[in-house]
Protein backbone atom coordinates (compact mmCIF):
# COMPACT_ATOMS: atom_id res chain seq x y z
CA UNK A 1 0.00 0.00 0.00
CA UNK A 2 1.51 3.55 -1.22
CA UNK A 3 0.74 6.87 0.88
CA UNK A 4 -1.18 8.09 -1.74
CA UNK A 5 -3.73 6.07 -0.70
CA UNK A 6 -4.15 9.11 1.49
CA UNK A 7 -7.20 11.53 0.83
CA UNK A 8 -5.32 15.31 0.81
CA UNK A 9 -6.36 18.17 -0.84
CA UNK A 10 -3.93 20.58 -2.35
CA UNK A 11 -4.50 23.17 -0.53
CA UNK A 12 -3.73 22.27 2.94
CA UNK A 13 -0.76 20.67 2.18
CA UNK A 14 1.60 23.83 3.10
CA UNK A 15 0.31 24.02 6.70
CA UNK A 16 0.63 20.12 7.23
CA UNK A 17 4.35 20.47 6.18
CA UNK A 18 4.87 22.59 9.54
CA UNK A 19 3.30 19.59 11.76
CA UNK A 20 6.47 17.15 12.48
CA UNK A 21 6.85 14.32 14.55
CA UNK A 22 7.90 15.39 17.92
CA UNK A 23 9.90 12.48 18.43
CA UNK A 24 11.61 12.40 15.04
CA UNK A 25 11.11 16.71 14.61
CA UNK A 26 13.00 16.61 10.82
CA UNK A 27 9.89 14.27 9.94
CA UNK A 28 6.53 15.79 9.20
CA UNK A 29 3.10 14.30 9.76
CA UNK A 30 2.96 14.15 5.16
CA UNK A 31 6.59 12.35 5.21
CA UNK A 32 5.49 9.82 7.97
CA UNK A 33 2.42 9.13 6.00
CA UNK A 34 -0.11 9.43 9.35
CA UNK A 35 -2.02 11.68 7.66
CA UNK A 36 -4.92 9.49 5.99
CA UNK A 37 -7.27 12.35 5.17
CA UNK A 38 -7.64 15.92 5.16
CA UNK A 39 -10.48 17.78 3.62
CA UNK A 40 -12.35 20.81 4.57
CA UNK A 41 -15.93 21.29 4.82
CA UNK A 42 -17.77 24.16 5.89
CA UNK A 43 -15.12 26.33 6.63
CA UNK A 44 -13.93 23.56 9.06
CA UNK A 45 -10.83 21.29 8.63
CA UNK A 46 -11.14 17.67 8.98
CA UNK A 47 -8.56 15.07 9.61
CA UNK A 48 -8.26 11.36 9.77
CA UNK A 49 -5.00 10.58 12.19
CA UNK A 50 -3.51 6.95 12.10
CA UNK A 51 -1.00 5.82 14.84
CA UNK A 52 2.28 4.52 14.37
CA UNK A 53 2.34 2.18 17.19
CA UNK A 54 -1.06 1.87 19.43
CA UNK A 55 0.35 3.43 22.32
CA UNK A 56 2.23 5.91 20.81
CA UNK A 57 2.10 9.06 22.95
CA UNK A 58 2.85 11.09 20.05
CA UNK A 59 -0.75 11.66 18.60
CA UNK A 60 -1.64 13.07 21.12
CA UNK A 61 0.92 16.51 20.50
CA UNK A 62 0.21 15.70 17.17
CA UNK A 63 -3.49 15.98 17.09
CA UNK A 64 -2.84 19.38 18.93
CA UNK A 65 -0.12 20.35 17.10
CA UNK A 66 -2.70 20.13 13.94
CA UNK A 67 -5.23 22.09 15.43
CA UNK A 68 -2.69 25.03 16.23
CA UNK A 69 -0.83 25.07 12.69
CA UNK A 70 -4.98 25.37 11.18
CA UNK A 71 -5.67 27.97 13.88
CA UNK A 72 -2.93 30.27 12.64
CA UNK A 73 -4.44 30.83 9.43
CA UNK A 74 -7.67 31.18 11.28
CA UNK A 75 -9.34 27.50 10.86
CA UNK A 76 -10.88 25.25 13.05
CA UNK A 77 -9.73 21.52 12.56
CA UNK A 78 -10.86 18.01 14.04
CA UNK A 79 -8.72 15.84 14.37
CA UNK A 80 -10.30 11.75 14.10
CA UNK A 81 -7.63 9.28 15.36
CA UNK A 82 -8.28 6.09 13.36
CA UNK A 83 -7.25 2.90 13.28
CA UNK A 84 -7.80 0.90 10.00
CA UNK A 85 -6.20 0.04 7.84
CA UNK A 86 -3.18 -0.14 10.15
CA UNK A 87 -0.56 1.81 9.53
CA UNK A 88 3.03 0.72 8.02
CA UNK A 89 6.23 1.84 7.62
CA UNK A 90 5.65 1.29 3.41
CA UNK A 91 3.58 4.56 4.11
CA UNK A 92 6.45 6.66 4.97
CA UNK A 93 7.62 8.87 1.74
CA UNK A 94 11.13 8.73 0.29
CA UNK A 95 12.07 11.96 1.07
CA UNK A 96 11.14 10.79 4.77
CA UNK A 97 13.30 8.02 4.55
CA UNK A 98 16.01 10.15 3.08
CA UNK A 99 15.77 12.54 6.53
CA UNK A 100 15.60 9.56 8.77
CA UNK A 101 19.18 8.47 7.43
CA UNK A 102 20.68 12.15 7.88
CA UNK A 103 19.37 12.35 11.01
CA UNK A 104 20.77 9.74 12.53
CA UNK A 105 18.11 6.86 12.22
CA UNK A 106 18.32 3.66 9.52
CA UNK A 107 15.63 3.42 7.84
CA UNK A 108 13.10 0.53 7.75
CA UNK A 109 14.20 -2.25 5.53
CA UNK A 110 11.51 -4.84 3.85
CA UNK A 111 9.76 -7.43 5.76
CA UNK A 112 12.17 -10.21 5.14
CA UNK A 113 14.98 -8.22 5.49
CA UNK A 114 13.95 -6.91 9.08
CA UNK A 115 12.87 -9.92 10.42
CA UNK A 116 16.63 -11.46 9.83
CA UNK A 117 18.38 -8.94 11.21
CA UNK A 118 15.95 -8.64 14.36
CA UNK A 119 16.47 -12.52 14.85
CA UNK A 120 20.03 -11.91 14.37
CA UNK A 121 20.32 -13.57 11.49
CA UNK A 122 22.14 -10.95 9.12
CA UNK A 123 24.29 -7.90 9.23
CA UNK A 124 22.77 -5.64 6.39
CA UNK A 125 21.54 -2.29 8.60
CA UNK A 126 23.82 -0.01 7.45
CA UNK A 127 25.54 2.20 10.35
CA UNK A 128 24.33 5.76 10.02
CA UNK A 129 27.40 7.17 10.82
CA UNK A 130 29.58 5.47 9.01
CA UNK A 131 28.01 3.54 6.09
CA UNK A 132 29.41 0.11 7.35
CA UNK A 133 27.03 -2.67 7.51
CA UNK A 134 29.15 -4.54 10.44
CA UNK A 135 26.19 -3.40 12.60
CA UNK A 136 24.37 -5.56 15.32
CA UNK A 137 21.24 -5.60 17.12
CA UNK A 138 21.47 -4.40 21.16
CA UNK A 139 17.70 -4.40 21.34
CA UNK A 140 14.43 -5.14 19.50
CA UNK A 141 13.18 -2.07 21.74
CA UNK A 142 14.99 1.35 21.27
CA UNK A 143 14.37 4.91 22.73
CA UNK A 144 10.87 5.07 21.59
CA UNK A 145 8.13 2.03 20.23
CA UNK A 146 8.57 2.41 16.35
CA UNK A 147 12.27 1.72 17.11
CA UNK A 148 15.40 -0.29 18.13
CA UNK A 149 18.52 -0.29 19.22
CA UNK A 150 21.46 -1.10 16.77
CA UNK A 151 25.62 -0.95 17.62
CA UNK A 152 28.17 -0.05 14.81
CA UNK A 153 30.93 -2.75 14.94
CA UNK A 154 33.06 -0.75 12.91
CA UNK A 155 32.86 2.77 14.19
CA UNK A 156 31.34 1.60 17.50
CA UNK A 157 28.74 4.47 17.58
CA UNK A 158 25.37 3.22 18.91
CA UNK A 159 22.15 4.14 16.71
CA UNK A 160 17.97 3.70 16.12
CA UNK A 161 17.16 1.64 13.12
CA UNK A 162 13.36 2.04 12.72
CA UNK A 163 11.65 -1.35 12.77
CA UNK A 164 9.80 -2.42 9.68
CA UNK A 165 5.87 -2.67 10.52
CA UNK A 166 3.48 -4.66 8.32
CA UNK B 1 -26.29 -7.50 22.29
CA UNK B 2 -24.75 -3.82 22.91
CA UNK B 3 -24.31 -5.08 26.65
CA UNK B 4 -22.52 -7.97 26.15
CA UNK B 5 -19.69 -6.54 23.31
CA UNK B 6 -18.99 -4.26 26.14
CA UNK B 7 -18.55 -6.74 28.23
CA UNK B 8 -16.52 -8.80 26.15
CA UNK B 9 -14.24 -5.74 25.54
CA UNK B 10 -13.14 -5.41 29.11
CA UNK B 11 -12.72 -9.02 28.96
CA UNK B 12 -10.00 -8.25 26.44
CA UNK B 13 -8.77 -5.05 27.33
CA UNK B 14 -8.95 -5.70 31.37
CA UNK B 15 -5.91 -8.10 30.50
CA UNK B 16 -3.74 -5.53 28.77
CA UNK B 17 -4.82 -2.85 31.26
CA UNK B 18 -3.05 -5.04 34.32
CA UNK B 19 -0.33 -6.54 32.62
CA UNK B 20 0.68 -2.98 31.16
CA UNK B 21 0.33 -1.55 35.07
CA UNK B 22 2.63 -4.36 36.47
CA UNK B 23 5.57 -4.05 33.44
CA UNK B 24 5.26 0.20 34.45
CA UNK B 25 5.86 -0.81 37.51
CA UNK B 26 9.42 -1.67 36.49
CA UNK B 27 9.60 1.86 34.66
CA UNK B 28 13.71 2.69 36.09
CA UNK B 29 14.19 -0.82 37.46
CA UNK B 30 14.50 -3.24 35.28
CA UNK B 31 17.60 -5.37 35.40
CA UNK B 32 19.70 -3.34 32.80
CA UNK B 33 19.19 -0.03 30.76
CA UNK B 34 17.61 -2.32 27.37
CA UNK B 35 15.76 -4.67 29.59
CA UNK B 36 14.10 -1.97 31.58
CA UNK B 37 13.24 0.35 27.69
CA UNK B 38 11.89 -3.04 26.74
CA UNK B 39 9.63 -4.11 28.90
CA UNK B 40 7.97 -0.13 29.61
CA UNK B 41 8.07 -0.54 25.73
CA UNK B 42 5.93 -3.29 25.93
CA UNK B 43 3.74 -1.88 28.88
CA UNK B 44 3.27 1.06 26.59
CA UNK B 45 2.15 -0.86 23.67
CA UNK B 46 -0.34 -2.75 26.06
CA UNK B 47 -1.92 0.64 27.63
CA UNK B 48 -2.24 1.59 23.85
CA UNK B 49 -4.56 -0.99 22.78
CA UNK B 50 -6.16 -0.69 25.98
CA UNK B 51 -7.23 2.91 25.45
CA UNK B 52 -8.47 1.83 22.21
CA UNK B 53 -10.91 -0.97 23.57
CA UNK B 54 -12.09 1.30 26.25
CA UNK B 55 -12.73 4.41 23.75
CA UNK B 56 -14.63 1.71 22.11
CA UNK B 57 -16.38 0.86 25.14
CA UNK B 58 -16.90 4.36 26.28
CA UNK B 59 -18.70 4.40 22.97
CA UNK B 60 -21.18 1.81 23.63
CA UNK B 61 -21.92 2.61 27.12
CA UNK B 62 -22.82 6.17 26.19
CA UNK B 63 -24.09 8.16 29.02
CA UNK B 64 -21.44 10.26 28.87
CA UNK B 65 -18.59 7.63 29.87
CA UNK B 66 -14.93 8.19 29.06
CA UNK B 67 -11.84 5.72 29.07
CA UNK B 68 -10.58 6.99 31.81
CA UNK B 69 -13.77 6.33 34.07
CA UNK B 70 -13.94 2.75 32.52
CA UNK B 71 -10.45 2.20 33.52
CA UNK B 72 -10.38 3.62 37.16
CA UNK B 73 -13.61 3.89 38.45
CA UNK B 74 -14.52 0.27 38.85
CA UNK B 75 -13.87 -2.13 41.78
CA UNK B 76 -11.83 -5.46 42.04
CA UNK B 77 -15.24 -7.80 41.00
CA UNK B 78 -15.91 -6.03 37.55
CA UNK B 79 -12.86 -6.34 36.29
CA UNK B 80 -12.47 -9.18 33.80
CA UNK B 81 -8.38 -10.19 33.82
CA UNK B 82 -7.38 -13.13 33.90
CA UNK B 83 -5.30 -14.32 37.08
CA UNK B 84 -1.98 -14.66 35.08
CA UNK B 85 -1.67 -11.33 34.31
CA UNK B 86 -1.94 -9.48 38.19
CA UNK B 87 0.81 -11.91 39.81
CA UNK B 88 3.82 -9.80 40.99
CA UNK B 89 7.16 -8.79 39.57
CA UNK B 90 8.69 -11.47 42.22
CA UNK B 91 12.10 -11.42 40.61
CA UNK B 92 12.74 -11.08 36.54
CA UNK B 93 12.32 -14.67 36.17
CA UNK B 94 8.87 -14.17 37.22
CA UNK B 95 8.21 -11.39 34.73
CA UNK B 96 9.49 -13.04 31.89
CA UNK B 97 7.73 -16.09 32.45
CA UNK B 98 4.44 -13.75 32.99
CA UNK B 99 5.34 -12.10 29.87
CA UNK B 100 6.17 -15.25 27.78
CA UNK B 101 2.81 -17.18 29.15
CA UNK B 102 0.78 -14.50 27.76
CA UNK B 103 2.41 -13.30 24.92
CA UNK B 104 2.12 -16.79 23.45
CA UNK B 105 -1.53 -16.46 24.08
CA UNK B 106 -2.20 -12.78 23.17
CA UNK B 107 -0.71 -13.46 20.02
CA UNK B 108 -2.73 -16.94 18.76
CA UNK B 109 -5.88 -14.62 20.45
CA UNK B 110 -5.26 -11.10 18.25
CA UNK B 111 -4.77 -13.58 15.05
CA UNK B 112 -8.00 -14.86 15.47
CA UNK B 113 -9.92 -11.69 17.01
CA UNK B 114 -8.84 -9.50 13.62
CA UNK B 115 -11.53 -12.02 11.81
CA UNK B 116 -13.96 -10.78 14.63
CA UNK B 117 -17.57 -9.53 12.58
CA UNK B 118 -16.98 -6.17 14.77
CA UNK B 119 -15.00 -4.04 12.44
CA UNK B 120 -13.75 -1.78 15.66
CA UNK B 121 -12.21 -4.96 17.43
CA UNK B 122 -11.11 -6.62 13.96
CA UNK B 123 -8.79 -3.42 13.64
CA UNK B 124 -7.49 -2.86 17.12
CA UNK B 125 -6.66 -6.49 16.56
CA UNK B 126 -4.89 -5.82 13.21
CA UNK B 127 -2.95 -3.56 14.55
CA UNK B 128 -2.00 -4.93 17.43
CA UNK B 129 -0.68 -8.27 15.81
CA UNK B 130 2.20 -6.29 14.87
CA UNK B 131 3.32 -5.39 18.68
CA UNK B 132 2.48 -8.36 20.19
CA UNK B 133 4.98 -10.76 17.73
CA UNK B 134 7.51 -8.12 18.59
CA UNK B 135 6.52 -8.93 22.52
CA UNK B 136 6.42 -12.36 22.01
CA UNK B 137 9.98 -12.76 20.14
CA UNK B 138 10.91 -10.42 23.43
CA UNK B 139 9.95 -12.76 25.92
CA UNK B 140 10.29 -16.25 23.73
CA UNK B 141 14.34 -15.18 23.45
CA UNK B 142 14.46 -14.45 27.72
CA UNK B 143 13.34 -17.86 28.54
CA UNK B 144 15.82 -19.41 26.06
CA UNK B 145 18.60 -17.23 27.43
CA UNK B 146 17.97 -17.93 31.02
CA UNK B 147 16.79 -21.52 30.96
CA UNK B 148 19.81 -21.98 28.98
CA UNK B 149 21.99 -19.81 30.63
CA UNK B 150 23.78 -20.81 34.16
CA UNK B 151 22.50 -23.25 36.91
CA UNK B 152 21.20 -20.00 38.82
CA UNK B 153 19.22 -18.86 36.04
CA UNK B 154 17.72 -21.62 34.79
CA UNK B 155 16.98 -22.84 38.07
CA UNK B 156 14.81 -19.51 39.01
CA UNK B 157 13.10 -19.69 35.48
CA UNK B 158 12.45 -22.76 35.51
CA UNK B 159 10.77 -21.84 39.32
CA UNK B 160 8.92 -19.13 37.59
CA UNK B 161 7.44 -21.71 34.72
CA UNK B 162 6.36 -24.01 37.80
CA UNK B 163 4.71 -21.19 39.74
CA UNK B 164 2.91 -19.43 37.26
CA UNK B 165 1.99 -22.75 35.36
CA UNK B 166 -1.22 -22.64 37.08
CA UNK B 167 -2.67 -19.66 35.80
CA UNK B 168 -2.50 -21.24 32.06
CA UNK B 169 -5.52 -22.87 31.52
CA UNK B 170 -8.03 -19.99 32.95
CA UNK B 171 -7.16 -18.15 29.54
CA UNK B 172 -9.51 -21.19 27.88
CA UNK B 173 -11.96 -20.94 29.96
CA UNK B 174 -15.41 -19.63 28.08
CA UNK B 175 -18.10 -17.44 29.91
CA UNK B 176 -21.38 -17.26 29.06
CA UNK B 177 -20.80 -13.73 27.67
CA UNK B 178 -17.87 -15.21 25.75
CA UNK B 179 -20.25 -17.90 24.36
CA UNK B 180 -22.60 -15.48 23.18
CA UNK B 181 -20.39 -13.52 21.18
CA UNK B 182 -18.54 -16.28 19.73
CA UNK B 183 -21.85 -17.53 17.96
CA UNK B 184 -21.85 -13.91 16.60
CA UNK B 185 -18.75 -14.35 14.89
CA UNK B 186 -17.66 -11.03 17.46
CA UNK B 187 -15.97 -12.96 19.58
CA UNK B 188 -12.78 -15.42 20.07
CA UNK B 189 -13.15 -19.16 20.64
CA UNK B 190 -10.35 -19.89 22.82
CA UNK B 191 -10.98 -23.53 23.06
CA UNK B 192 -9.27 -23.79 19.70
CA UNK B 193 -6.78 -22.00 20.80
CA UNK B 194 -5.44 -24.23 23.66
CA UNK B 195 -3.53 -27.39 21.75
CA UNK B 196 -1.63 -25.00 19.48
CA UNK B 197 -0.88 -22.84 22.93
CA UNK B 198 0.65 -25.22 24.72
CA UNK B 199 2.38 -26.81 21.07
CA UNK B 200 3.77 -23.58 20.77
CA UNK B 201 4.94 -23.35 25.41
CA UNK B 202 6.06 -26.77 24.79
CA UNK B 203 8.73 -25.95 21.83
CA UNK B 204 9.86 -22.71 23.42
CA UNK B 205 10.62 -24.57 26.73
CA UNK B 206 12.10 -27.37 25.78
CA UNK B 207 14.21 -25.21 23.43
CA UNK B 208 15.57 -23.17 26.65
CA UNK B 209 16.48 -27.18 28.00
CA UNK B 210 13.47 -25.89 30.35
CA UNK B 211 10.56 -28.90 31.68
CA UNK B 212 6.66 -28.02 30.87
CA UNK B 213 5.57 -28.58 34.29
CA UNK B 214 3.50 -31.46 35.09
CA UNK B 215 0.75 -29.74 37.41
CA UNK B 216 -2.59 -30.38 36.44
CA UNK B 217 -4.71 -28.35 39.08
CA UNK B 218 -5.15 -25.01 37.73
CA UNK B 219 -6.79 -21.72 39.06
CA UNK B 220 -9.23 -19.20 37.72
CA UNK B 221 -11.56 -17.04 38.84
CA UNK B 222 -10.20 -13.76 37.15
CA UNK B 223 -12.87 -13.78 34.44
CA UNK B 224 -15.96 -13.47 36.99
CA UNK B 225 -14.09 -10.96 38.70
CA UNK B 226 -12.60 -13.63 41.59
CA UNK B 227 -9.00 -12.10 41.69
CA UNK B 228 -5.50 -13.22 44.20
CA UNK B 229 -4.71 -10.77 46.93
CA UNK B 230 -2.54 -8.92 44.67
CA UNK B 231 -4.88 -7.74 42.70
CA UNK B 232 -6.26 -4.96 45.27
CA UNK B 233 -2.53 -3.20 45.71
CA UNK B 234 -2.27 -3.09 41.89
CA UNK B 235 -5.59 -1.60 41.54
CA UNK B 236 -4.95 0.61 44.84
CA UNK B 237 -1.96 2.51 42.60
CA UNK B 238 -3.75 2.58 39.61
CA UNK B 239 -6.65 4.07 40.73
CA UNK B 240 -4.81 6.43 43.57
CA UNK B 241 -4.99 9.61 41.40
CA UNK B 242 -8.91 9.52 40.55
CA UNK B 243 -10.22 8.11 44.05
CA UNK B 244 -8.28 10.80 45.86
CA UNK B 245 -9.03 14.03 43.21
CA UNK B 246 -12.56 12.80 41.44
CA UNK B 247 -13.04 13.43 37.71
CA UNK B 248 -9.17 15.06 37.77
CA UNK B 249 -7.70 14.99 34.46
CA UNK B 250 -4.05 14.81 32.89
Given at each position: MKAALAHIEEHLIATLET??????????VLDLGVIREATEKNGQIHIKLTPT??????MDVIGDDLETAFAKIGMTTKVQLVLAPAWTTDWISEGGKRKMEEYGIASPLDETGDKEVLLGNAKIVKCTNCGSRNTHLV????????KALFKCDACLEPFDYFKCLK | MKKNVYQYILSIADNSLILGQRLGELCGHGPNLETDIALTNISLDLLGQTRSYFQYAALLAGDDKTEDDIAFIRIEREYRSILLVEQPNTHFGYVIARQFLFDVYHLLFMEKL?????ETLSAIAKKGIKEVSYHERFSSDWVKRLGDGTEVSKLKMQEAINDLWRYTDEMFHVSASDKAMISEGIGVDVVALKERYYAKVTEVLSDAMLEVPEGKYFQKGGKEGIHTEHMGYILSDLQYMQRSYPNMKW
Open positions: VSDPEIPVLTYSGCPASQFGSTAC | QFSKD
